[in-house]
């Protein structure tokens, strides 16, 4: 019983954790990911192991009628005791620096061609043209580093629930 119950448990957890990094996917693209957002969700994707209409719930059910302590407390792992810890986020980029750092490189530009005796067309294309190069490079800094940022954070969501898959599997042990 112990080895079939922990691979079924093996695969139903394969299965959860893609269902749930989906989850926590969708909700970033859409806000800003929280701890109490993940939780949130997390509490909702574990529901399916409660539920007799799910195929966690059906396996879970199973394992109550061959063995109901430790389904008992299987059930409390995943349905009492399995939540997010808060996570180290990396700092990002204000969105203010989007358009500060063009028009400090606009400023820039203007001080260097005055500085050096250029005439007026010169003087305004280094001014347009230092805003007009950074304004993109920084939004695209910007967004990579946000990017960046919302996978890490997903991935140390998910680093986090091997703690309770291997308590399950000691259990079922």
């Not at 993109?136 to 998910?158: C, D, G, H, S, W």
């Amino acid at each position: 019983m112990n080895t079939t119950e922990k691979e079924k448990f093996e695969s139903l957890w394969k299965d959860f954790e893609a269902l749930l990094r989906g989850k926590l996917i969708n909700a970033a693209n859409k806000q800003k990911l929280t701890t109490s957002l993940a939780n949130l969700i997390l509490r909702e994707a574990a529901l399916s192991w409660g539920s007799e209409y799910e195929i966690n719930g059906k396996w879970l059910s199973k394992l109550k009628e061959m063995d109901s302590e430790k389904a008992e407390l299987v059930n409390e792992v995943l349905l009492k005791d399995m939540k997010f810890d808060e996570i180290q986020r990396r700092s990002e980029l204000p969105e203010y620096c989007s358009y500060v750092i063009p028009a400090v490189g606009a400023c820039l530009g203007w001080g260097v061609s005055m500085a050096l005796g250029c005439g007026k067309i010169i003087q305004t294309v280094s001014t347009i043209g230092s805003a007009i190069l950074l304004y993109p490079a920084v939004a695209f800094f910007r967004k990579n580093q946000i990017e960046t940022n919302k996978e890490n954070n997903i991935a140390l969501y998910m680093g986090q629930l091997d703690k309770f898959k291997n308590s399950i599997i000691s259990i079922l042990s």
